[in-house]
């Protein structure tokens, strides 16, 4: 297997996914000429001509109600939105239609859709390009959405999505993009939605994160490695969540870290932190805890370290649950 960076494994699986299905299109600002300003869909508009790799306005509503139409004119939309906070005008898209459409025409009718997009902080952006907004997303009824922390997981994960006939956004964590190498298999492979990743194995402290707070968990449970057995599942698909895998580890261990990028108030780790309760309550040994965003629009890029979950504060949080 060869070893890619992050975002060269979503390029890869673009590339495949282009050349398997010739109903699957790519859509966004600068995806063409300039392959994407992450360079995430380079090559495409060469490889596969300008039809199937389409540079379009900057217009995100424009994008996913084009592609609304696309999918029911039997295409398989992937649409790109730009950065994180970019997404937001397309909010209503998504809301009103895209998440609704599989169940408005009784089942009768199938919406491949794939909204893809870089997300998150520690890149030293302007603002509204820093955002960690998966909570939108997974709280829409008929939306998947999926979330990968290493190269092939990026790359299986988005295949996944694309050969979903529901509708799926997939969060890609630009901090890592650059920065996460690894082996990915090459051509075809698909990594399932809804099944969890065991990142790390461990006995006493179990910590659960996804994308770009995986590394920084894996850099806490090194740092602990001494007092403090760390167990870190990677949930990698918010929407469906692997929920077996999540209150195994939780009965294993007794205790639980959850980590996340995004502000705390209604975060996915408060979803979680609910399932713990409900499911696993007489299996733990100390109270859930949270290490998040704080509930401010994400700072510029100055004092941006002190807003992401650090591996000081998860250090600190799993030494107070080990403790309890």
Request: hydrophobic letters at 40%; a negative charge; glycine letters at 8%.
């Amino acid at each position: 297997m060869a070893e890619k960076l992050l975002v060269e494994a979503v390029n890869d699986a673009l590339h495949v996914e282009l050349a398997r299905d010739d109903s699957v299109m790519v859509m966004g600002e600068d995806v063409g000429r300039a392959g994407g300003v992450f360079r995430a869909t380079a090559g495409l508009v060469e490889r596969f001509g300008e039809n199937r790799c389409v540079d379009t306005p900057l217009a995100e509503a424009g994008i996913l109600g084009t592609a609304v139409g696309l999918c029911m004119a039997g295409w398989k939309p992937v649409c790109e939105m730009q950065y994180d906070a970019f997404s937001y005008p397309c909010l209503d898209q998504l809301i009103t239609h895209v998440g609704r459409y599989h169940w408005r025409t009784g089942g009768k009718m199938e919406f491949p859709i794939t909204v893809r997009m870089p997300y998150g902080g520690g890149v030293r952006a302007p603002e509204l390009h820093d955002d960690s907004p998966e909570t939108y997303y997974v709280h829409t009824p008929g939306i998947k959405v999926a979330i990968p922390s290493t190269p092939a997981d990026a790359k299986g994960l988005l295949a996944a999505a694309i050969r979903d006939p529901d509708p799926v956004v997939v969060f890609e964590p630009k901090l890592i993009y650059r920065t996460e190498r690894g082996e990915v298999p090459e051509g075809d492979y698909v990594v399932p939605l809804g099944k969890a990743r065991i990142a790390r194995e461990g006995t006493d402290v179990t910590l659960v994160a996804y994308g770009a707070m995986v590394p920084v968990c894996e850099r806490a449970a090194d740092e602990l490695a001494d007092d403090v057995s760390c167990e870190i599942v990677d949930i990698r698909s918010l929407r469906p969540l692997d929920e077996e895998s999540l209150l195994a580890s939780a009965s294993k261990t007794g205790r639980v870290v959850i980590v996340q990028e995004a502000p705390r108030t209604v975060g996915f780790g408060a979803e979680i932190a609910a399932i713990l309760a409900e499911k696993a309550i007489l299996d733990l040994r100390g109270p859930v805890l949270r290490v998040t965003g704080y509930d401010v629009p994400y700072p510029y890029w100055k004092i941006e370290d002190a807003y992401m979950p650090s591996v000081e504060r998860v250090a600190a949080a799993v030494e107070r649950v080990a403790r309890f």
